[in-house]
């Protein structure tokens, strides 16, 4: 799989024009969906579920990159890949049994990703990271768009990334927060692979220039 990718996130989209703008993201350079599920207890916020991942399904024509910021995301992992997850993400800290949600989800055909809190340190992934296909590396605490990037993040890129090659995994590394024109390319540079963009993408007058001006 190709990396410097672009993964927009459609929590910022204009959900009254939903298939409009998911039309725009097929018709761009955008690599990935990015799909941001939350419950209100994992993090303070609540966005959406099945019946707006049916109408992703029903339009994406890209990979549907799913991350579930919710507790006991086991329960639900079943449902989003047969609502069109091609990638299902879960947090380190939502997770009990975090090998066998990894396994789970891709025996059920879909990539498996985990994904650590600004706060959690990249020593938690040791005995996971030969396992997973992507580390989702959270550079705003989850919840809420629009956050500033935290820069500590670099670092953890780099140490998720020497991990990486110790492990001799072939895990990407994706970040997700404060992405804009001014970092992106700072942010391919230190080793990641994949880059969740919201507000950067769908405030601007051409999201899909801002996606090309991203890759670059």
């Known amino acids: 799989m190709k990396t410097k ?3 927009p996130s459609l929590l910022s989209a204009d959900f009254g024009n939903l298939q409009r703008d998911i039309e725009m993201l097929n018709n761009s350079q955008a690599d990935w969906l ?3 599920v939350m419950d209100g207890r994992f993090v303070p916020n609540i966005s959406f579920g099945f019946p707006v991942m049916k109408t992703i399904q029903q339009h994406a024509q890209k990979f549907v990159d799913v991350h579930l910021m919710i507790v006991e995301p086991e329960k639900y992992v079943e449902e989003f890949i047969q609502h069109g997850a091609d990638l299902v993400s879960v947090h380190y800290e939502a997770c009990t049994h975090l090998h066998r949600t990894i396994k789970l989800i891709q025996d059920l055909g879909a990539k498996a990703g985990v994904v650590l809190n600004p706060s959690t340190p990249v020593l938690m992934l ?3 990271i030969a396992d997973v296909d992507l580390v989702l590396l959270m550079s705003v605490n989850p919840g809420f768009g629009g956050q500033k990037f935290i820069e500590n993040t670099y670092k953890k890129i780099a140490e998720t990334k020497d991990m990486i090659l110790s492990n001799n995994s072939t895990a990407l ?3 997700d927060g404060g ?6 390319a700072k942010l391919f540079d230190a080793g990641a692979d994949v880059l969740v963009a919201g507000n950067a993408v769908f405030s601007t007058e051409n999201p899909a220039k801002t996606i090309e001006l991203l890759k670059i």
């Open 5 to 7: 990718l672009i993964a």
């Open 173 to 175: 590394i994706e970040v």
């Open 126 to 128: 040791e005995d996971i």
């Open 179 to 184: 992405v804009n024109l001014d970092n992106a």
């Open 34 to 36: 990015h799909v941001d």
